[in-house]
């Protein structure tokens, strides 16, 4: 009986959140950044002349320093928590996971701090892609698929 | 046109990475594992690639194109080099923005303090 009072008083105060609203700004904000990729892959393509492949790897790496530096200056936190999916899926929450890891354990000294916990936020993703793509790619060796 | 689609294909998916989170109450970390492997299987019979000529960067922006681009090279790599390219060529077409992300992080964490 208690615990059941104690839940209904829990899910009474949880603050709840708009389903809807939040997916309308992660909709908005995320179409935003695939027209921004595009534009920068076009940019790099036309203007500089860089063959469509690398202009696809300058591109990811443009949007990687963007992050990187706005995190290190401290704008990309407000950010993220505006936008939430918005950034989070983008490879801009890649780099905001290594780089507010890396901020935060910086402190406690280079090996043991920044090079063992650099990646603590954004190994999982490395981790699961590669078991993942490894996985797949076997399957699909094995199926023949062409 | 291309930009119409990029504007669509990634907003729908950062639309429903949102609504997944906070139907089922998972953290971020969760959600891009599970973008990335779903994008890493539907490279398998090369559907995203369809997806990539179809939305252009809208289909490379999002976190779903790491795991292809993962997938993709393991398969270049077993086509160029047998068995073995599939531990070779893993890496090839993501290694820029793994890379990139680690050294800006690491020298931009020298000049930079954390804010709280």
């Not at chain 1, 901020?103 to 999982?124: C, H, I, N, P, Q």
């Not at chain 2, 949102?18 to 559907?47: M, R, S, W």
């Not at chain 2, 252009?56 to 398969?75: D, R």
């Amino acid at each position: 009986m208690e615990k059941k009072r104690y839940k209904e008083i829990v899910n009474q105060h949880t603050p709840k959140e708009n389903l809807f609203l939040n997916a309308v700004i992660a909709f908005l904000i995320g179409g935003i950044m695939g027209v921004l990729g595009q534009a920068l892959i076009d940019f790099y393509s036309y203007y500089l002349t860089i063959p469509n492949k690398e202009a696809t790897v300058c591109m990811i790496v443009t949007l990687i320093f963007l992050s990187c530096l706005l995190t290190s200056l401290g704008f990309f936190d407000k950010f993220v928590n505006f936008c939430k999916c918005g950034l989070i899926i983008p490879i801009t929450g890649f780099a905001h996971a290594t780089m507010s890891a890396a901020l935060e354990y910086r402190k406690e000294g280079f090996v043991t701090g920044l090079g063992a916990s650099m990646l603590k936020l954004s190994g999982a993703v490395i981790i699961f892609g590669v078991v993942s793509a490894w996985t797949f790619s076997f399957l699909r060796m094995l199926l023949g698929v062409e | 046109m291309i930009y119409l689609n990029a504007f669509i294909f990634a907003g729908i998916v950062c639309a429903l990475a949102q609504i997944i989170l906070d139907k089922f109450k998972l953290t971020p970390g969760h959600i891009t594992v599970l973008f990335v492997i779903i994008g890493a299987f539907l490279d398998v019979f090369n559907v995203y690639d369809k997806f990539v000529l179809w939305a252009g960067g809208g289909a490379l922006v999002p976190i779903t194109s790491f795991g292809h681009m993962l997938t993709h090279g393991a398969i270049a790599g077993y086509e160029e080099e047998g068995f073995m390219g599939l531990l070779i060529g893993t890496f090839d077409l993501t290694s820029a923005g793994i890379c990139a992300a680690i050294i800006f992080a690491f020298y931009f964490s020298l000049i930079f303090k954390p804010r709280d």
